[in-house]
């Protein structure tokens, strides 16, 4: 079964970058499609980015500062940067992933709260 | 963008009702609708796939069902750990695909 676990700095300072981590077992990372989802504080649920199996990437228009996701097969992992962040990127952070035709996210993390703060 | 419109907001149930949410979306989406349960602390499980497939390991009280536009997902007899917040998602449309706003079932 595959396993999820994020994890992340915790609190960052605004204009800064978030750099988030997620490890995975039980699985081949090259055979899923991955994606980020995070949830503000009280609110709903936000798409952030999409890495593919072929390795294209897709990411949520609305973000104001530049995303980028990416995944290592070295280390099993797929990793989320966010520049400049500023308070609005404040919440729970998932990875999640799946491997059907449908693109449902069947495997998700429990997640990693992440503050931004001065 | 695609929007996703869910109803309602919040419903208060008691165990063994049949409960029932709703998602719309703006514009047809085919079947690339899916659902999903959270509960605070935990992982996000899907539920249903594609608008009525069942996930694996998923009990049979859920159910999913439309196409298009319009969307259900039906709890036949609602359980105590089914006292949680579903979204729905559609995955027809990247950057962005988009959640509901969500539907907290609590006890009623």
């Known amino acids: 079964q595959v396993q999820l676990q994020e994890s992340g700095p915790g609190l960052v300072k605004p204009s800064e970058t978030l750099s988030l981590t997620c490890n995975v077992s039980?699985?081949?990372?090259?055979?899923?499609?991955w994606a980020w989802i995070r949830q503000p504080p009280g609110k709903g649920l936000e798409w952030i980015a999409y890495?593919?199996?072929?390795?294209?990437?897709a990411y949520n228009p609305s973000l104001k500062s530049g995303v980028s996701i990416s995944i290592d097969t070295s280390k099993n992992q797929v990793s989320l940067r966010l520049n400049f962040v500023t308070a609005a990127d404040t919440g729970t952070y998932y990875c999640?992933?799946?491997?059907?035709?449908?693109?449902?996210?069947?495997?998700w993390g429990q997640g990693t709260l992440v503050a931004v703060s001065s | 963008d695609i929007q996703m419109t869910q109803s309602p907001s919040s419903l208060s149930a008691s165990v063994g009702d049949r409960v029932t949410i709703t998602c719309r979306a703006s514009q047809s989406i085919n079947n690339y609708l899916n659902w999903y349960q959270l509960k605070p602390g935990k992982a996000p499980k899907v539920l249903i796939y594609a608008a009525s497939n069942l996930h694996s390991g998923v009990p049979s009280r859920f159910s999913g069902s439309g196409s298009g536009t319009d969307f259900t997902l039906t709890i036949s007899s609602l359980q105590p750990e089914d006292f949680a917040t579903y979204y729905c998602q559609q995955s027809y449309s990247t950057a962005p695909e988009t959640f509901g706003q969500g539907t907290k079932v609590d006890v009623k």
């Open positions: 039980g699985g081949s990372i090259d055979s899923y499609y």
């Open positions: 890495i593919y199996y072929s390795g294209s990437t």
């Open positions: 999640a992933g799946g491997a059907n035709n449908w693109y449902s996210l069947d495997y």
